[in-house]
């Protein structure tokens, strides 16, 4: 993994004052904001600005940044007597994988947080435990510190969102040993995703995050659900918005169609005279409630109209026949 | 040095339904202060059910609750524009998400 120079990140001299450190951010930031960005690499490099700044734009840190240099920093040092973690210890880092679902689709799994910013304060605090060690040592008592919590995007598809799924999630961790010392250690969970998790949700997974120092309690991994949507499937919390298509006649004459849905074939009445963008409403059908006292989300249709090509001359004279017996109808004039 | 593996089957998990967070919890999670989060809710930048006395959050005001607090740090933003421009971040997200060909 490359550490380039914060103050290289943010393209500033390292004589730079807080105030041209802080606009200079800020001006990167908008620039590669991941949300706004045309960047190809917009997330890692705000990833980098964040870390950067983080550093940079705290005196404390950017004085002992300054001190111990970047290569050491990277490494976790803080000062002259810091712990440095041993050889390797950000190999296998890998974002979190896929898992299986009902439909086979393996879903995108991403470490949202910023992992060197993650990294950073855990060597902090493999420091202070050093320290704390030694202070045992002789006998001069230690300190707990609480594992900081973690979060993860998971991206299920509707249908596991309507019947769970299992995800295998890999998070690249460490563990302090006698010595003080982070090993690195590679975490694979195997989480099932019960069904009825609507779009937005959070599930924690207790004491999954990082583990904690000196006794402390470990941290909690939370997995941020977002359910992947499409032009024609839109999720709103647990209500889905899906397209249906009728023929002419069934818009105007009215009638039951039978449409696959992610609750399954349904049955939908569709009221005489219907016309192309009406929406139905189909109450108890969206994303099912997670629990027994929760409430099932509503699944609404969107109507389109699909209109069939006139072939044959049979079809052609119908077609014609209909429009005589609409003499007056003016679709353009409204 | 070998990386240590660990496989992990997770037994216990929380969906976080509804508003099942409270203060102080949101407070550790978007590192800010309980009184930043009273504040941006008597602000009407978060909502919150109050039960017994007590806020209580949903995860999707918690994560609009990072937002909110991730801008206000990072360009020392007013409260209230660092509100919209989560406002506009997430209105982004969703109309890319449904512009988005289907597979």
Known sequence: MKFPDYYATLGVEKTATAEELKKTFRRLARKYHPDISKEPDAAERMTALNEANNVLSDPEKRKA????????WAQGARSADDVRPPPGWNQGYERSAGGTGASGASGGSGFTQDHSEFFEEMFGRAAQQRSNYRSNQSGQGSQAFNGEDQHVDISLDLEQAYEGSERTLQLASYRINEQGQAIPETRTLSVKIPKGVAQGQMIRLSSQGSPGFGGGKAGDLFMHVNITQTVDLVVSGRDVTMPVFVSPWEAALGGEVEVKTPAGMLT????????????????????????????????????SIAVPSAVTEQQKQAWQALAQAYPGFEPRAR | MSIIQQQIVVEHIQVIDGEMLQTEEVARLCCVTTQWVHTRVEQEILHAVMRDGTYFFSSQMLIRAKQVANIEHQYDADPQLAALVADLVEEVRTLRAQVKPSD
Not at chain 1, 268 to 291: C, D, E, F, T, Y
């Open chain 1, 268 to 303: 939908v009445n569709i009221p005489a005279g219907s016309v192309a963008g009406r929406k139905l409403r189909l109450r108890g059908k969206g994303i099912p409630a997670h629990h027994s006292k929760g409430t099932a989300g509503d699944l609404y249709f969107k109507l």
């Open chain 1, 65 to 72: 940044y300054d001190q111990v240099g970047h290569q050491a």
